[in-house]
């Protein structure tokens, strides 16, 4: 075979390959879509979400997602990370690639007067979660009626304790990831239009970590404060001096956030507390900035009440409660993401977005695997105003489950395909 010709076959391989990968796409959402499809989609998230678990107590979920995998055909480890779920579809060779859904609720009652209301008092799926595990199990049924186009293993990652726990890091731990090449996430946006998707290559969100502090005096009657020593004032003056690190000594071009949300102290209103408990959330857009607010919030803490004359004590993120890294887009995999939205939503519903202060334990993957975390708008047209995540309103639009499912069984798919006859030889 001559030059030209090998030449024509080269470009006519080029110029089909993205035709093949959309409509391959297309069919995904087209079957997601299904009526019969949509409808038990519906049923396991209404059935998570009537039944909400905190981090690391999701044993019924972990159990529902278990029952439909092996439903599915589809082979699992568990647990891992206490009550995660680890799925496999595909060769069961190299390469890897992994698709994950957070499982957790929030402590929250939900206030939302429906059906499939929460039957656990004081907790919710007011984050979206129960659409989150819903749409990766979509994309598993999926994928596994499509094996015969996956050129290597989906892993899915059932991920528990999302919300302040860390799951991330305990699946990390944990070792099942190690020679995955590539993992996505997602996560429902209530103000964003339905079947649009929003990101950015490079840092996405904001690391995270929590603080807490227990300022002691001395107690009293508060007819006669001259013989207290008043940790309310003391607590107070720490709170306003708080703000300033942001104001006055972080680079206004250096987004950081300093937020007390916790003032604990006293019972009754003649009474000078011994002690008052303050805590709250700091966060910014790199380590060095997040390192230093640390520090500062400490010695503020500290030094406000010593001006007081009360005494402070400031404990940061625990084990059960770990610092968040920043989450950092791949730039190689937002270019990849940008094709794949593309062929299944269109290319004018694939939208970039500006960084915020919000974090996410995905960034915990990004760590140590090229990651690609992004929204998906579910906003409903008759709904102008959409509660946000993490009120007891929130309400999951369910029309966004299909959209979800084929965007994650997209993503993997192609990327296998992309990935073969790269030489992949590690074992899982």
């Not at 009526?35 to 159990?63: A, C």
């Not at 596994?144 to 304790?161: R, W």
Request: proline letters at 5%; hydrophobic letters at 40%; one cysteine or more.
């Amino acid at each position: 075979m001559n030059f030209s010709k090998w030449v024509s076959i080269i470009l006519i391989i080029s110029i089909l390959k993205p035709q093949i990968s959309s409509g391959v796409s297309q069919q995904f959402l087209e079957f997601a879509k299904k009526d019969e499809v949509f409808e038990w989609m519906v049923g396991i998230r209404r059935k998570i979400h009537e039944n909400p678990e905190l981090g690391y107590q999701e044993f019924e979920t972990s159990k529902i997602i278990r029952q439909e995998l092996d439903k599915l055909g589809i082979p699992y480890k568990h647990p891992v990370a206490v009550t995660g779920v680890v799925g496999f579809i595909g060769s069961g060779t190299p390469p890897f690639v992994a698709l994950r859904a957070d499982m957790d609720a929030l402590p929250l009652q939900e206030m939302v007067e429906w059906e499939h209301k929460s039957k656990v008092g004081g907790k919710m799926h007011a984050c979206g979660h129960d659409g989150h595990v819903t749409m990766l199990l979509g994309a598993a049924k999926i994928l596994k009626l499509h094996t015969h186009l996956l050129k290597g293993t989906v892993v899915l990652v059932f991920q528990p304790a999302e919300e302040g726990g860390g799951g991330a890091k305990v699946v990390v731990d944990s070792g099942y990831l190690e020679n995955v090449k590539a993992i996505f996430g997602l996560h429902v946006s209530p103000e964003r239009p339905l079947g649009q998707v929003y990101s950015r290559s490079g840092t996405l969100m904001a690391g995270s970590g929590f603080f807490e502090a227990v300022i002691t005096g001395k107690g009293g009657h508060a007819a006669i404060p001259q013989h207290s020593i008043d940790p309310i004032l003391a607590a107070s003056n720490v709170v306003v001096s708080l703000q300033h690190l942001v104001s006055r000594e972080a680079d206004p071009l250096d987004s950081q956030v300093v937020t007390v949300a916790k003032f604990q102290g006293g019972g009754a209103f003649n009474v000078i507390p011994d002690a008052v408990t303050i805590g709250g959330t700091f966060r910014a857009f790199s380590k060095e900035s997040f390192m230093q607010l640390k520090q500062r919030i400490e010695e503020v803490v500290v030094g406000q009440a010593t001006v007081h004359r009360c005494n402070a004590t400031v404990e940061f993120s625990s084990k059960d409660k770990p610092f968040y890294p920043v989450t950092i887009n791949d730039a190689g995999l937002h270019k990849f993401f940008q094709k794949v939205a593309g062929s299944v939503l269109g290319l004018n519903n694939v939208k970039e977005m500006s960084p915020f202060t919000g974090a996410e334990d995905f960034s915990f993957y990004q760590e140590v695997i090229p990651g690609y975390f992004y929204f998906i708008g579910m906003k409903n047209e008759k709904n102008e105003k959409p509660e946000s995540l993490h009120s007891p309103f929130f309400q999951l639009n369910e029309e966004v489950l299909p959209y979800g499912a084929a965007m994650h069984a997209s993503l993997a798919a192609t990327y296998l395909l992309e990935s073969q006859g790269q030489g992949h030889k590690d074992e899982l």
